[in-house]
């Protein structure tokens, strides 16, 4: 819950008895009215909202959840002269690395204790975790993977790019090499969230031309 009232929420589809305790548990700790996101296949927690009185916020900025196969993977794009990409290989990268995500992103959320931190957390795997340097030495861009060994799914999150060094490919290219190292660990399937709606049409036009494509999005109710 981030107050005053934004809940994030799952409940397994085979327990749909189970949202109604949650929306008591938030009822009773939200300090301002309830807003909450939820996919579009979760039919079972969008019925329980609308049992409660909330509605489907109509459309703005919503995510969108897309997938590919990890069967017949593009090969590696090349980089420019004086880039590569590698894992994170100490002090030096993991504050480049949160420090890219800062100015991707514009967010001061990730520090690079809570970059380091994260790295420390299961199911966190550094091959998963890739980043392109630049020729200064510093961090241009990086994927983050999220590897499900019991699905055989990986997932892209986050990803991003230093704003002086987009448009060279780096995003594309650091992608596919974490699809590929998804692929070897015996995956099936990549998966990656991001948003769907014009206003911000970037990242899901990237993703639409490495093979992915959407099975769901995202709806705010309150």
């Not at 329980?48 to 590696?76: H, I, K, N, T, Y």
């Not at 995956?187 to 206003?199: E, L």
Request: hydrophobic share 40%; charged share 25%.
């Amino acid at each position: 819950m981030q107050l005053p009232g934004e809940l994030m929420l799952q409940v397994d589809p085979g327990r749909p008895e189970l949202v109604d305790e949650v929306l008591d548990w938030a009822g009773e700790t939200a300090s301002g009215r309830l807003s909450v996101e939820l996919a579009g296949t979760e039919t079972w927690v969008a019925a329980a909202l609308e049992r409660r009185g909330c509605a489907r916020v109509p459309d703005g900025a919503f995510m969108l959840a897309m997938s590919r196969s990890l069967r017949r993977l593009p090969d590696l794009p090349g980089l420019p002269d004086g880039f590569v990409i590698r894992e994170q290989e100490g002090a030096g990268d993991f504050a480049g690395r949160a420090a890219a995500h800062r100015a991707a992103f514009g967010s001061e959320w990730v520090t690079v204790e809570r970059h380091v931190r994260m790295r420390g957390t299961w199911p966190y795997r550094p091959e998963f975790d890739l980043v392109v340097v630049a020729p200064d030495g510093g961090v241009a861009a990086y994927c983050q993977g999220w590897f499900d060994e019991v699905n055989g799914v990986g997932e892209f999150e986050p990803v991003g790019t230093r704003p002086e060094f987009r448009r060279l490919g780096l995003a594309r290219t650091v992608c596919t090499a974490v699809l590929h190292a998804f692929a070897k660990a015996g995956g099936r399937r990549a998966v990656v969230y991001c948003r769907g709606d014009d206003a911000y049409p970037v990242p899901r036009r990237l993703y639409e031309s490495m093979g992915f494509a959407a099975y769901t999005r995202t709806h705010w109710y309150r």
